[in-house]
């Protein structure tokens, strides 16, 4: 059954890749609206103690609830009609090529958030299959959230608007009412999958938010994020920015500066970044920075993220400096080069694309 069968308030039966915090607050949220849920780990073992206890949630609501586990990609495929990828970027296409055998025509796979294009490259390669799926895209996440342990999860916030891209394109507005359905209002159409990769701020702001807070990191310290968003952090986050929205132009795509993001998704009134940092510090007093060195901030954000934007730039003629510097510093702190840790960008032939070409394909 797809979305075009559905009446508004139907159930739906949706599946979701991943155990983490977006994952966990996802369930909890969708079985709490009345849809039933089945949680597969990836790893194999983020969702065995859901199959005895009830996953408890807290923030913005507190409840618990009871949702079903998945041995495996083919019994998660089998126990939804649409399926939800929330975890890192890092794991997309492992992820993806697992899934894929057991896809069926009429699915709907929603990609939570999506980067580095992860979306086209399951789009294409279910085609090459002869799988005729809808596959939705998020550039960020409908909620924030922290996972406390394997069935308990704190909803942090619920975004005021979420921008909803479709592989076929022609199927976006299928794709928002899906998503209003399943999560409530506030979901709008976005032109592409591309406008939704550029759409993510996260890369721009966590990249020099761990770079330049680096020995914090390393020492796991407590050190609330925003606080830490100085006003030189804060030029450097802004000059990443620039660049994002300058490669999103050359692409045709407009996108918001960082401050809307801000303003839109947590309601901020200030119009610099760094009156925002000391607008959120004030009013939420975190979250708290990452304290571990393979922090998402440099292992999912750096390669997916920013040597995304550093790679369309490269195509489009367009230079990304700024964007540059903080992938060479990240890489040379972490001894990695993040360059080559994005297993998206070969497959999907970046390197050898054109502007005209990649926007065909989309």
């Known amino acids: 059954m797809t979305e075009a069968d559905r009446v508004p308030g139907a159930v739906w039966r949706v599946g979701i890749a991943g155990t983490g915090a977006i994952a966990l607050a996802s369930a909890a949220w969708l079985r709490q609206a009345g849809h039933g849920v089945t949680v597969w780990s990836p790893g194999g073992r983020g969702a065995q103690a859901l199959r005895t206890q009830a996953l408890e949630a807290s923030g913005l609501q507190s409840f618990s609830v009871t949702v079903d586990v998945a041995d495996d990609a083919a019994g998660l495929c089998a126990a939804a009609d649409v399926l939800l990828l929330a975890l890192p970027v890092n794991g997309h296409k492992q992820v993806m090529d697992a899934l894929l055998p057991f896809l069926r025509d009429g699915q709907t796979v929603i990609v939570s958030s999506m980067a580095s294009l992860s979306s086209l490259y399951l789009h294409e390669a279910a085609r090459r299959a002869g799988r005729q799926v809808t596959v939705a895209s998020f550039g960020t996440t409908v909620l924030t959230a922290r996972r406390e342990s394997g069935t308990q999860v704190k909803v942090m916030t619920r975004r005021k608007a979420v921008g909803v891209s479709a592989l076929p394109t022609q199927k976006a507005n299928e794709a928002v009412a899906l998503c209003t359905a399943l999560f409530g209002d506030g979901f709008s159409v976005q032109q592409s999958a591309l406008a939704s990769a550029l759409a993510n701020v996260n890369p721009q702001s ?32 802004e000059a990443l920015d620039r660049e994002r929205r300058a490669v999103a132009a050359a692409f045709g795509i407009e996108v918001g500066p960082i401050e809307a993001h801000f303003a839109r998704s947590f309601g901020t009134t200030s119009h610099t970044l760094a009156d925002i940092a000391a607008e959120l510090h004030a009013k939420r007093g975190g979250p708290p920075g990452p304290t571990q060195v393979d922090t998402r901030y440099v292992t999912e954000d750096m390669p997916y993220g920013l040597v995304f934007v550093e790679a369309l730039g490269a195509m489009a003629g367009v230079p990304t400096p700024a964007t540059r510097t903080i992938v060479d510093a990240a890489s040379l702190l972490n001894g990695v080069d993040y360059r080559s840790e994005n297993d998206l960008l070969e497959p999907l032939g970046l390197a050898r694309e054109t502007v005209a070409g990649l926007l065909a394909r989309l």
Do not use: D, K
Not at 212 to 234: D, K, L
């Open 206 to 237: 966590h990249g020099p938010l761990a770079v330049f807070n680096w020995t914090r990191i390393e020492r796991a310290e407590n050190w609330p994020q925003y606080h830490c968003m100085t006003p030189g952090v804060s030029r450097a986050i």
